[in-house]
Nanobody, 116 residues
Framework: QVQLVESGGGLVQPGGSLRLSCAAS????????MNWYRQAPGKEREFVAA????????NYADSVKGRFTISRDNGKNTVYLQMHSLKPEDTAMYYC?????????WGQGTQVTVSS
């Protein structure tokens, strides 16, 4: 069983920055590809960013390319999402997901609100 705990969300003004963290309680964190998703009120959960198990490959949704950066520290069992130039439409609950073969685990989410 893998437990994922997100943190770092909060209220930020448009144009501001936040860094989200997702800490995993798993012995073999480096075996898991990690993803960030988000879900705004009344909308479906959507993909934000992904990083391979070694960190060598990343992928982003078009809506966040050039503004968000996903990274990981396998020594700390943690994946990060650095967010810059935040917009009101980035407001959502942000979730991390761990995937290894058929196994998928989700965290509980951290709220990001972008508002003046």
């Amino acid at each position: 069983q893998v437990q994922l705990v997100e943190s770092g969300g909060g209220l930020v003004q448009p144009g501001g920055s936040l860094r989200l963290s997702c800490a995993a309680s798993v012995f073999t964190f480096s075996n898991y590809a990690m993803n960030w998703y988000r879900q705004a009120p009344g909308k479906e959960r959507e993909f934000v960013a992904a990083i391979s198990n070694t960190g060598g490959v990343t992928n982003y949704a078009d809506s966040v390319k050039g503004r968000f950066t996903i990274s990981r520290d396998n020594g700390k069992n943690t994946v990060y999402l650095q967010m810059h130039s935040l917009k009101p439409e980035d407001t959502a609950m942000y979730y991390c997901k761990a995937k290894n073969g058929p196994w998928t685990y989700w965290g509980q989410g951290t709220q990001v609100t972008v508002s003046s």
